[in-house]
T-cell receptor, first 113, second 113 residues
Framework: KQEVTQIPAALSVPEGENLVLNCSFT??????LQWFRQDPGKGLTSLLL?????REQTSGRLNASLDKSSGRSTLYIAASQPGDSATYLC????????????FGTGTRLQVTL | GAGVSQTPSNKVTEKGKYVELRCDPI?????LYWYRQSLGQGPEFLIY????????DSGLPNDRFFAVRPEGSVSTLKIQRTERGDSAVYLC???????????FGNGTRLTVT
C-alpha cells in the first residue's frame, strides 16, 4: 500500500526566505506526482504536476523535483511571501491505479512579515 | 462558473439520516473524483468516474455510500444511515483527462450529530 509522508508538518519562516518542503513515498511505481496548495476552508489548488518520466517542473517561484527511484520529491519556494501561507500537500498516482491520488498529510506553512 | 462547484457548502444532519452532496464539474471535464478529508489529514480517495460510469469505486468505505453521474457531468454522492464517523469535508474534483491536473471544489463540510 502506498504511503506518502511530508516533512516538516509545520514551518514558519520570515518573508523573503527560500524554503524546501519534502515529500517521500514508499512505492516508486508511480504514474505522476502533484503538489497542491490548500487554504483554510477551501479546496485544493494544483500547483505542479510531474510525470514519472520527468525530473522537475517549474512555475514562477515554485520548483518541484522528483527522484522516483528514491521515492522523494521536493517543493522549492523562492523568495517567500505572506500570501504563500497555506498547507501544501503532495500526492502520487500509482502506476496501476492511475485514477487514484494518495495524499500526504501536508506541511502547514506560515510566512511572517 | 469557471471552477468546480459543490453544494451545499455545509450540511448538518442527525445520525441515521440520508444525505446527498452535489458536485458540478468544470464543463468539458470527463473525469470526476470524490475525496474525503478528515481534520488534519490529507484527502482520501472515494470514487472516480470516467464519463457516466464509475471506473473505480474502491475507496467507498461501505455500502452506505453511493455515487452517480447519470449524464456525465453533475455527480451526486449519497450517504445512507449516516454515522458520526462520516463527519468530514467531502471534496469533488474534475480533470480534462484522467492524467491531467485535478481541479478541486471548495468541498462540503458534513457534520453528523
Amino acid at each position: 500500500k502506498q504511503e506518502v509522508t511530508q516533512i516538516p508538518a509545520a514551518l514558519s519562516v520570515p518573508e523573503g526566505e527560500n524554503l524546501v518542503l519534502n515529500c517521500s513515498f514508499t512505492d516508486s511505481a508511480i504514474y505522476n506526482l502533484q503538489w497542491f496548495r490548500q487554504d483554510p476552508g477551501k479546496g485544493l489548488t494544483s500547483l505542479l504536476l510531474i510525470q514519472s518520466s520527468q525530473r522537475e517542473q517549474t512555475s514562477g517561484r515554485l520548483n518541484a523535483s522528483l527522484d522516483k527511484s528514491s521515492g522523494r520529491s521536493t517543493l522549492y519556494i523562492a523568495a517567500s511571501q505572506p500570501g504563500d501561507s497555506a498547507t501544501y500537500l503532495c500526492a502520487v498516482t500509482g502506476s496501476g491505479t492511475a485514477s487514484k491520488l494518495t495524499f500526504g498529510t501536508g506541511t502547514r506553512l506560515q510566512v511572517t512579515l | 462558473g469557471a471552477g468546480v462547484s459543490q453544494t451545499p457548502s455545509n450540511k448538518v444532519t442527525e445520525k441515521g439520516k440520508y444525505v446527498e452532496l452535489r458536485c458540478d464539474p468544470i464543463s468539458g471535464h470527463t473525469a470526476l473524483y470524490w475525496y474525503r478529508q478528515s481534520l488534519g489529514q490529507g484527502p482520501e480517495f472515494l470514487i472516480y468516474f470516467q464519463g457516466t460510469g464509475a471506473a473505480d469505486d474502491s475507496g467507498l468505505p461501505n455500502d452506505r455510500f453511493f455515487a452517480v453521474r447519470p449524464e456525465g457531468s453533475v455527480s451526486t454522492l449519497k450517504i445512507q444511515r449516516t454515522e458520526r464517523g462520516d463527519s468530514a469535508v467531502y471534496l469533488c474534483a474534475s480533470s480534462f483527462l484522467f492524467n491531467s491536473p485535478l481541479h478541486f471544489g471548495n468541498g462540503t463540510r458534513l457534520t453528523v450529530t
